[in-house]
């Protein structure tokens, strides 16, 4: 079963709330919220992100519109076996990350996967299909032959000049990670920590993940990492741009 990573949690009945969200905040779960729920669980000292500040557009209408927005809905109201919705997402998820999809492998798996994929890889301009022997066993697969990997992380509004701060949560995540190695019995000689950080700039609507060196950071170290991200992101979507308008053109 895939990890929960992200949960937009509205409620009108705050009964509970708290130790739900709590329980779920302990195994690295982040939150998306409104209104009234929102401050509830950002006054019980768990870190929560606004809906607007998700979406990028404000609430309406004394708050009866707040996540009525394609960003929360086209994930429930996809169609899976819908290639041209299946195509839409994947667009949108590779614009938003600075790349070509066309420059990929479409790689077909579960149940259903590979009697979508030519159709999905059609609609995405992609030339080459990775079908799998027994495709709607591959996660099951890959479960058990994976390198075990956990991720931990913290919900934190910092800013560059931060940097003791952030090391500290570093700090904290890596002592988490350490422990859940050992629990693991994984051999120090094959352990591996990556240390990374969602950035953007100041009223900007999405991030983009920047890999840090290590757990110990100067505010000129992340600058220049943040920089080399933003600059390599801005390349690779100005390159997109171009071949779709030279594309248009012939």
Not at 38 to 52: F, L, Q, R
Not at 211 to 221: D, E, F, R, S, W
Request: aromatic share 6%.
């Amino acid at each position: 079963m895939a990890q929960v990573k992200l949960a937009l949690v509205s409620v009108s009945d705050k009964t509970g709330l708290v130790e739900f969200v709590r329980g779920l905040h302990e195994m690295g779960v982040e939150f998306i919220s409104t209104g009234g729920t929102k401050k509830t669980i950002a006054e019980a000292g768990i870190p929560v992100t606004d809906i607007s500040e998700y979406t990028g557009f404000p609430e309406m209408m004394n708050g009866r519109v707040k996540t009525l927005h394609p960003k929360v809905h086209g994930g429930l109201l996809a169609l899976r076996d819908n290639p041209e919705h299946m195509a839409v997402a994947a667009k949108i998820h590779a614009v938003e990350n600075g790349r070509d999809i066309r420059r990929y492998t479409l790689l077909a798996f579960g149940g259903a996967g590979a009697l979508h994929a030519s159709a999905v890889a059609r609609q995405l301009g992609m030339r080459t299909v990775f079908i799998p022997t027994a495709p709607g066993l591959l996660c099951s697969m890959g479960a058990l032959l994976a390198v075990p990997t956990m991720e931990y992380t913290r919900t934190k509004v910092l800013a560059v000049s931060e940097v003791a701060e952030i090391g500290k949560t570093f700090v904290d995540l890596q002592a988490q990670a350490v422990g859940w190695l050992a629990h693991e019995k994984v051999p120090k000689e094959a352990r591996q920590l990556r240390y990374s950080v969602d950035m953007r700039y100041v009223g900007q609507n999405h991030e983009l993940t920047v890999i840090l060196p290590a757990v110990k950071i100067t505010a000129k170290g992340l600058a220049q990492a943040a920089k080399f991200t933003w600059e390599r992101s801005a390349r690779e979507t100005l390159r997109i741009y171009e071949e779709t308008v030279a594309r248009a053109r012939r």
